[in-house]
């Protein structure tokens, strides 16, 4: 029942990006600093045990240290410009990664076990 629920999610986002312009979705740097992140919160915790739930948990912490850092660019760069509001939707991306790659890992920890 768990790979189902990961399948209906991972489908319900994914059907739901491509109904929109899917481009404005993907940003390699956001992408690279929540799976990097995560990579590293992984192995600075230690237990190898707990991959997956770590793995998710580093996830999140790290959409929201890319929603900090993104917010940052835009105060150095982007003030009272016309792509002001263009960087804010890419600063909410690892957010959006995070929160996406904990769904799925929460559905998978119990597999791992």
Do not use: C, Q
């Amino acid at each position: 029942m768990r790979i189902i629920g990961v399948l209906i999610i991972i489908g319900i986002v994914v059907g739901t990006v491509s109904t929109i312009d899917f481009n404005k979705f993907i940003d390699l740097p956001s992408m690279l600093l929540v799976i990097g992140g995560s990579l590293g919160y992984v192995l600075a915790k230690g237990k190898s045990s707990n991959f997956i739930k770590n793995f998710g948990d580093g996830s999140v912490y790290m959409g929201w240290i890319g929603l900090m850092i993104g917010i940052v660019m835009i105060g150095n760069h982007h003030v009272n410009t016309e792509n002001m509001w263009s960087a804010f939707s890419i600063a909410f991306l690892p957010i959006l990664y995070g929160y996406f790659i904990k769904l799925i890992s929460t559905g998978l920890e119990k597999i791992n076990e």
